[in-house]
């Protein structure tokens, strides 16, 4: 027998992102600009990290930048889409270059949309809304 409580309804759970970036400033401005929207952040300063932290935090969508030392962005998100247990996610590539081979080489590492930099948070947020939809 289940009971239901009158007048309430549950909300539902917010958006999990998880944001990669090697530059802490543009990390932490991300990081609030995107929480002010209502998605839980958790942030990575690089790939090692990200992959350390994907898996507990299972992640909707994964936002990378592309030109990181250490390991490339194209790089986390091949090992990601090889970790059986992140499941189902979106990613998204962010990126100083904008060319079509750039765009290419994002999709076939296994990102769903490429933005390039300065980013434009109006963009940011329609490509986040347009692939968890």
Same mark, same amino acid.
């Given at each position: 027998m289940t009971s239901k409580t009158p007048?309430?309804?549950a909300q539902p759970r917010p958006l999990r992102v998880l944001l990669?970036?090697?530059h802490n400033?543009?990390?932490a401005m991300l990081r609030l600009v995107? $929480?002010?929207?209502g998605y839980d952040v958790t942030t990575a300063s690089s790939g090692a990290e990200a992959l350390k932290l994907a898996s507990t935090f299972a992640p909707h969508v994964v936002i990378s930048d592309l030109g990181m030392p250490g390991m490339s962005g194209l790089e986390l998100m091949k090992a990601l889409r090889a970790m059986s247990e992140m499941g189902a996610f979106k990613a998204i590539a962010l990126?100083?270059?904008d060319c079509p081979q750039d765009t290419q080489s994002s999709h076939a590492a296994g990102f769903? $949309?490429?933005? $390039?930099k300065p980013i434009e948070?109006?963009?940011l947020f329609?490509?986040?809304e347009r692939l968890t939809k």
């Open positions: 007048g309430f309804t990669v970036d090697d400033d543009l990390l995107l $929480a002010r929207r990126s100083g270059f769903d $949309a490429h933005i $390039a948070f109006d963009q329609e490509v986040i």
